[in-house]
Structure formats: C-alpha cells, structure tokens
C-alpha cells in the first residue's frame, strides 16, 4: 500500500511545472499540500491531514531537478544560430495512396530552390506540410484531390540549431517548450531531425518567441 510520501511525490511529478516552481520557491506548500489534499486522498482511501501532506512535500528531493538544470545550462550555451521564416501556411491532408505521389510531386517542382520553406511530417493516419506563401497556389493545386483535414496561414517559424549533445541530454525538449507556455504562447506545430528543432508559432507570435529563445543561451 502506498504511503503518504509515495503519492505526494507521484503527483507532484506527474504535474506540470510544479515540481520546478517549488524549487524556484515560487509555490506556497501549504496552498499546494490543500490544492493536492482530495487527490492524494482519493488514492489512498482515506482521510488525510493537510498538515501530513506539507512535510511530505517539504521532504521532496529537488536533487533531480539541480542535476537536469546543470546539464541544460551547459547545453544551452552550445545552441547553434536561430533561422527565422515568416508568411508560412501549414496544411494537414488525410494519408493516401495517392497523397504519396503528390508530395513527390511537389518536391520535384521545389527541386533545390532554398528560398522557399519546405517541410513534410509524415503521422500514421495523416500528412503535415509547412510551406511558404509562394507555394500556396501549387499545393492547393497539386493536393486538390486529397482530404484536406485543417490549414492555417499567418504563421513563422524558428529553426534552432542543436549541438551533438542533444542526442545525449534529457529535458531538452522540455527545457525549450517549458519557456513558450509559460509565455502562453501556442505551438503550432513541432518540427525536428536529428540536429535542428523548428518551432511553427502564430506570426503575432514570433518576436516574443525569438526573444525567450535568444534568453536562453543566458540562463
């Protein structure tokens, strides 16, 4: 059965942030012990002081934390230049046999031309292609046959180059993603290979982005 500490702890780590804030001693623990109280009753059965649930909280290691921060300190002062894109449109298609054909198509038009933004996310059960605005009327062409799902324009993007470290270093996605929606800034879209990240965002959106990630190369 699990003791008070044991599900305090589990439910600190399966929330979002908060365990960070503590650190940062930007959570009060004995709102967090009350705000936490019908959860950690709810898996043990049973009634439970507030006042039980505050020292197991205080008891909590940041250890994990201290570790995870080190090491992204060091990882941040490596990140590569910042590409930025802007007047983007992001269109998702419904997978096809036919929807194959018509992405190389596309890539047979595009061929070399680097001025234009040009990327394919291939999911499971659909197709995502973040294209610049001056490829929206062959897009629109090529793929009219094929079921549209959601598009959006108005978009930029962010391309960051990521040091070899990456492959090596837990949290980093955490530790960039953790920044814009702490900002309130929606994502819309996630783009990566094995040495770049690009962050589709709302091109209302863009500077205030640029700016948290050029902060982080000062953290």
Excluded: C
């Excluded at 007047?87 to 198509?105: A, E, P």
């Amino acid at each position: 059965m699990k003791t008070i500490q044991e599900t305090v702890e589990t439910i600190i780590k399966h929330t979002p942030f908060i365990e960070e804030a503590m650190h940062e001693k930007l959570i009060n623990v004995s709102s967090l012990a009350r705000a936490i109280k019908p959860e950690v009753e709810q898996i043990l059965g049973k009634n439970v002081n507030t006042g039980a649930i505050m020292m197991s909280i205080n008891r909590l290691s940041p250890a994990n934390i201290l570790r995870v921060k080190k090491n992204i300190k060091s990882f941040s002062l490596n990140l590569g230049d910042f590409i930025v894109r802007s007047d983007l449109y992001d269109y998702t298609f419904k997978n096809s046999s036919g929807l194959y054909k018509q992405i190389s198509l596309l890539f047979g038009k595009i061929g070399a031309n680097r001025e234009s933004f040009f990327t394919v996310s291939q999911g499971i059960f659909e197709t995502n292609i973040v294209i610049s605005s001056n490829l929206k009327k062959e897009v629109e062409k090529i793929f009219l046959k094929e079921t549209l799902i959601s598009s959006m324009d108005k978009l930029a993007s962010i391309t960051i180059k990521l040091p070899k470290t990456n492959l090596e270093q837990s949290g980093i996605y955490y530790f960039i993603l953790k920044q814009l929606a702490w900002a309130n800034i929606p994502v819309q879209e996630i783009i990566s290979t094995t040495h770049e990240m690009t962050l589709v965002v709302k091109e209302k959106n863009i500077n205030q982005t640029f700016s948290i990630l050029i902060d982080l190369k000062k953290v």
